[in-house]
């Protein structure tokens, strides 16, 4: 933990006035050194220990800010953890003799953290008519931080303020050998790659960073070298905090000749911002299938829905005048329920589907025999298979079993073997064949082929998995059961391919994700 | 006067024909469920025997009533001047509408179910 004294030290001999507060709901003043008291007039025990907001109106008069702007500065510094610059504004409320001090400049207000977290807040004015003298080496430090480097002129407000960085910042000697050994790194640096600075500093960077990282950034280096200007790239890093997506920015600094002797490096944690853009990514096609969703949604309203509810609508305005116990009277009533029934029947097909749309990302997913589960479908449609007079042969693997969700599997075999069976050919008795294949390079098969009657896909291409589509006009059907196929497959992960030749028959493979063992 | 009737939807013939009754209307009918049907019937009719008014579906399976369009564009020009085709459809899209309304070959488009004022209008003008 930082002792207060030893922050007061840190900024005691500082040309530029400086405050340093304890981080409370009420700050109380925990360091001001001596530029500070010379430039507005106080002597140190009006500030020390007082409550900030209570001792320092001429201070708040000099910068020319408020109580509450100020209270909302700490908090951003504190919430972003980085700092928060403001340039001096010229209040009118100033008194004569504080607004004499104003001189122009600006004032920094930056966090600086402890072991316990963010413990006390800084506040450096930099005034632009104060001492000269002592102003272009300060900014000179702050341009390539040399002087934390070398040593020469220690300025422990500097390296305290780079320390509170959360952005990592290195220096780099380039030596005459071509090597690069680093010459300083804040503490930020630890806190990001877990590497203790003691044990980096003076290091190769071929020691410290490993490959394949390291050709790169090799690369990078030697292009700033030759090209004299700063090159930033962005990189993702396994640390022991995580992976971390970073942009990287490195400067040279160049001596007298113009050679360079060392680069200066920033590097800015853009995991967060990343992670929102892959969100946002996810959003936007989320947005995208829905706005699909809803456009085909409308389509059925208006085609599907719209022709049983328009024939209800006609028979009933015809009914007062047909005479009733007549049989055309009878026939307007049996084609009345027909309308109302396939009225219902599509208002369930709708909820169905949105219902599998719905429950898409909280699937109950178990281990399925894919067999089994054909068999079962197989036996449902016994009847139907029976009435044609069909063979069905089922050949798949006792271990062909994926993960899924069973009520799928058993649709999509059953509305494949359902279509079999209704679209066979009247030329020939109908051959139905399902056969595994676990080994297939587009992922594990299962195949439904028949010799029914076939579909002309050059003429139906993808339209034969779309909603109410159908292709054949001799036999009942609304056109749900291929897109309830495509749809379950898809909603396991899986997809759907037909081949076919129009008068010989017709295959259908599906594909799962992934067989499990 | 001859008029014929293309929709995959018997309830719907039955209305349109039942209509046609009440309108009084001495019509010689022929209906079909699929537009391919009426299409091999319409390339063998002869000019008297081609129906005055086609009553045509758009939402049928096989080939649809757009489908229908395009082949009926393949039939010789005094044959397609006999015919007057009116879209009659359950459909309430917008753009169904207006596609029709753009073919050269549609006369008018009439939304399920047909009432007395649209069989008024379309019966007088042949």
Same mark, same amino acid.
């Given at each position: 933990?930082l002792?207060?004294?030893?922050?007061?030290?840190?900024?005691?001999?500082?040309?530029?006035?400086?405050?340093?507060?304890?981080?409370?709901?009420?700050?109380?003043? @925990?360091a001001?050194?001596?530029?500070?008291?010379?430039? $507005?007039?106080?002597?140190?025990?009006?500030?020390?220990?007082k409550?900030?907001?209570?001792?320092?109106?001429?201070?708040?008069?000099?910068?020319g800010?408020d109580?509450?702007?100020?209270?909302?500065?700490?908090?951003?510094?504190? +919430?972003?953890?980085?700092?928060?610059?403001?340039?001096?504004?010229?209040?009118?409320?100033a008194?004569?003799e504080?607004?004499?001090?104003?001189?122009g400049?600006?004032?920094?207000?930056?966090?600086?953290?402890?072991? +316990?977290?963010?413990?006390?807040?800084?506040?450096?004015?930099?005034?632009?008519t104060?001492?000269t003298s002592a102003?272009?080496q300060?900014?000179?430090?702050?341009?390539s931080?040399k002087?934390?480097?070398?040593?020469?002129?220690?300025?422990?407000s $500097?390296?305290?303020?780079?320390?509170?960085?959360?952005n990592?910042?290195?220096?780099?000697?380039?030596?005459?050998?071509?090597?690069?050994?680093f010459?300083?790194?804040?503490? +930020?640096?630890?806190?990001?790659?877990?590497?203790?600075?003691e044990k980096v500093?003076?290091?190769?960077?071929?020691?410290?960073?490993?490959?394949?990282? $390291?050709?790169?950034?090799?690369?990078?280096y030697?292009?700033?070298?030759?090209?004299?200007?700063?090159v930033?790239?962005?990189?993702?890093s396994?640390?022991p905090?995580?992976?971390?997506?970073?942009e @990287?920015l490195?400067?040279?600094?160049?001596?007298?000749k113009?050679?360079?002797?060392? $680069?200066?490096?920033?590097?800015?944690d853009?995991?967060p911002f990343?992670?929102?853009?892959?969100?946002?990514?996810?959003?936007?096609?989320?947005?995208?299938?829905q706005?699909?969703?809803?456009?085909?949604?409308?389509?059925?309203?208006?085609?599907n829905?719209?022709?049983?509810?328009?024939?209800?609508?006609?028979?009933?305005?015809?009914?007062?005048?047909?005479?009733?116990?007549t049989?055309?009277?009878?026939?307007?009533?049996?084609?009345l329920?027909?309308s109302?029934e396939?009225?219902?029947?599509?208002?369930?097909d709708?909820?169905?589907?949105?219902?599998?749309?719905?429950?898409?990302d909280?699937l109950?997913?178990?281990?399925?025999?894919?067999?089994?589960?054909?068999?079962?479908?197989?036996?449902?449609?016994?009847?139907?298979?029976?009435?044609?007079?069909?063979?069905?042969e089922?050949?798949?693997?006792?271990?062909?079993?994926?993960? +899924?969700?069973?009520?799928y599997?058993?649709?999509?075999?059953?509305?494949?073997?359902?279509?079999?069976?209704?679209?066979?050919?009247?030329?020939?008795?109908?051959?139905?064949?399902?056969?595994s294949?676990?080994?297939?390079?587009?992922?594990?098969?299962i195949?439904?082929?028949?010799?029914?009657s076939?579909?002309?896909?050059?003429?139906a291409?993808?339209?034969?998995f779309?909603?109410y589509?159908r292709?054949?006009?001799?036999?009942?059907?609304?056109?749900?059961?291929l897109?309830?196929?495509?749809?379950?497959i898809?909603?396991?992960?899986?997809?759907?391919?037909?081949?076919?030749?129009?008068?010989?028959?017709?295959?259908?493979?599906?594909?799962?994700?992934?067989?499990?063992? | 006067?001859?008029?014929?009737?293309?929709?995959?939807?018997?309830?719907?013939i039955?209305?349109?024909?039942?209509?046609? %009754?009440?309108e009084?209307?001495?019509?010689?009918l022929?209906?079909y469920?699929?537009?391919?049907?009426? %299409?091999?019937?319409?390339?063998?009719?002869? %000019?008297?025997?081609l129906?005055d008014?086609?009553?045509?579906?758009?939402?049928?399976?096989?080939?649809?009533?757009?489908?229908?369009?395009?082949?009926?564009?393949?039939?010789?020009?005094?044959?397609?001047?006999?015919?007057?085709?009116?879209?009659?459809?359950?459909?309430? &899209?917008?753009?169904?509408?207006?596609?029709?309304?753009?073919?050269m070959f549609v006369?008018?488009?009439?939304?399920?179910?047909?009432?007395?004022? &649209?069989?008024?209008?379309?019966?007088?003008?042949?």
């Amino acid at each position: 933990m930082l002792q207060n004294h030893n922050i007061a030290s840190a900024f005691a001999y500082s040309t530029q006035p400086c405050l340093v507060l304890s981080r409370e709901k009420s700050p109380l003043i @925990v360091a001001a050194n001596k530029a500070l008291q010379t430039w $507005l007039g106080y002597a140190q025990e009006e500030l020390l220990n007082k409550v900030f907001f209570n001792a320092s109106d001429k201070f708040m008069a000099a910068l020319g800010v408020d109580e509450l702007e100020l209270s909302e500065i700490f908090e951003q510094a504190i +919430a972003t953890k980085s700092a928060v610059k403001r340039n001096i504004k010229y209040s009118v409320t100033a008194s004569a003799e504080t607004s004499s001090k104003q001189n122009g400049g600006f004032y920094e207000i930056f966090p600086i953290e402890t072991k +316990a977290g963010i413990s006390y807040l800084a506040i450096q004015i930099i005034l632009h008519t104060l001492d000269t003298s002592a102003a272009p080496q300060a900014h000179k430090s702050a341009a390539s931080t040399k002087s934390v480097v070398s040593g020469s002129a220690p300025n422990q407000s $500097l390296e305290l303020l780079i320390d509170s960085l959360t952005n990592v910042i290195f220096t780099l000697d380039v030596e005459p050998t071509g090597l690069y050994r680093f010459s300083f790194v804040n503490r +930020a640096f630890q806190v990001t790659t877990g590497l203790p600075v003691e044990k980096v500093i003076g290091k190769y960077v071929h020691e410290i960073i490993p490959e394949p990282s $390291l050709s790169m950034v090799l690369e990078k280096y030697k292009e700033a070298i030759e090209k004299k200007q700063q090159v930033s790239w962005q990189e993702v890093s396994q640390y022991p905090t995580g992976q971390k997506i970073a942009e @990287v920015l490195v400067v040279p600094v160049l001596n007298a000749k113009g050679e360079c002797f060392q $680069l200066a490096g920033l590097v800015h944690d853009i995991t967060p911002f990343k992670e929102a853009e892959a969100r946002q990514v996810r959003l936007t096609q989320d947005l995208y299938q829905q706005n699909r969703d809803l456009q085909q949604f409308t389509y059925i309203i208006s085609h599907n829905l719209r022709a049983p509810l328009a024939n209800a609508l006609g028979l009933v305005r015809h009914l007062p005048n047909v005479a009733p116990e007549t049989n055309l009277f009878q026939q307007y009533v049996a084609h009345l329920k027909t309308s109302i029934e396939n009225l219902d029947k599509i208002l369930e097909d709708l909820n169905l589907i949105l219902s599998v749309r719905d429950r898409q990302d909280q699937l109950h997913k178990e281990h399925v025999f894919v067999g089994e589960v054909c068999w079962q479908a197989a036996q449902a449609l016994e009847v139907e298979l029976k009435h044609a007079a069909g063979q069905l042969e089922i050949n798949i693997d006792p271990e062909f079993k994926v993960q +899924a969700n069973r009520a799928y599997v058993y649709s999509i075999c059953y509305n494949l073997l359902s279509n079999a069976i209704k679209y066979r050919s009247k030329e020939r008795l109908l051959k139905i064949k399902v056969t595994s294949d676990s080994t297939s390079e587009d992922g594990p098969a299962i195949h439904f082929t028949d010799n029914g009657s076939g579909i002309d896909l050059q003429k139906a291409g993808d339209d034969i998995f779309k909603l109410y589509t159908r292709f054949h006009s001799h036999v009942e059907g609304r056109g749900m059961g291929l897109f309830l196929v495509k749809t379950h497959i898809e909603a396991l992960g899986g997809y759907i391919k037909v081949k076919s030749t129009p008068g010989q028959g017709t295959t259908f493979s599906v594909f799962f994700k992934e067989l499990v063992s | 006067m001859n008029i014929a009737i293309i929709d995959d939807d018997p309830i719907s013939i039955f209305l349109t024909e039942q209509s046609l %009754l009440k309108e009084g209307v001495e019509v010689e009918l022929q209906t079909y469920l699929s537009a391919e049907v009426a %299409l091999q019937e319409l390339k063998q009719q002869s %000019l008297q025997e081609l129906p005055d008014v086609i009553f045509l579906d758009l939402n049928m399976p096989y080939m649809n009533g757009w489908q229908f369009l395009e082949s009926f564009r393949l039939l010789p020009v005094a044959k397609q001047e006999k015919c007057s085709i009116y879209i009659l459809t359950s459909s309430l &899209d917008i753009a169904d509408t207006e596609k029709a309304n753009e073919n050269m070959f549609v006369k008018g488009v009439i939304h399920k179910p047909i009432t007395p004022a &649209d069989l008024g209008a379309i019966l007088q003008l042949p």
